[in-house]
């Protein structure tokens, strides 16, 4: 196959799960854009964790918290779990990998917070064991995920949102939680900023 005709077969392959992902999670976005404007308003905050690209998501969505997506405002309360290379690596070297998540949030977490939880497979163990600590504190759980939903699909509790990309591919897959994390912000910044219609 020609070179270009797989660079816009790509671009017709994200295109379209966009769209197919758009009418099965819109509503589903929504619920977790009101979470998060709840949360903060009872002064919590947003943890957000993944593992390499869904790490990187997370840093994103934190940095559109606390800094600005596309209006000013005042910053929100987010952190992102993945960027801190001396906690990373002290819990993995002493304890174990899956736990680099669950101490932080066991540390920094409390009741009514919330963890975005980022994993295209919905099976990384070091997110699944996240999730379990953050229930533990009662905090809720946004996950984005995709294909089937992996492990993540049955931890997810009832005041709890999942959004889960159906795609197989792990580059359409991020490429459609970018798009929601964008969705979120400025779901977010409507509410707050009385811009909602």
Do not use: W
């Not at 869904?54 to 960027?83: K, W, Y």
């Not at 174990?96 to 998540?101: E, H, L, R, S």
């Amino acid at each position: 196959m020609p070179l270009l005709d797989r660079i816009l077969g790509h671009f017709n392959a994200s295109a379209q799960a966009k769209l197919d992902a758009a009418e099965a999670l819109a509503p589903a976005i929504e619920d977790a854009a009101r979470l998060i404007v709840h949360s903060l308003g009872q002064g919590g905050r947003i943890l957000a964790c993944g593992n390499g690209g869904s790490a990187a998501d997370a840093q994103h969505f934190a940095s559109n918290m606390v800094n600005r997506f596309e209006q000013e405002r005042p910053g929100l309360a987010a952190i992102a779990l993945t960027t801190d290379s001396s906690i990373l690596t002290s819990i993995a070297n002493d304890d174990a990998y899956d736990q680099v998540f669950v101490r932080q949030v066991k540390a920094l977490g409390h009741p009514g917070d919330i963890l975005l939880a980022i994993s295209t497979s919905g099976n990384s163990p070091s997110i699944l064991q996240g999730v379990v600590a953050a229930h533990a504190r009662s905090m809720h759980v946004i996950a984005l995920t995709g294909r089937n939903g992996g492990g993540l699909a049955e931890q997810m509790q009832e005041n709890d949102v999942f959004l889960c990309v159906p795609a197989e591919s792990t580059a359409r897959i991020q490429e459609v939680h970018l798009l929601i994390i964008h969705c979120l912000c400025d779901a977010v910044d409507s509410v707050l900023l009385g811009v909602e219609e």
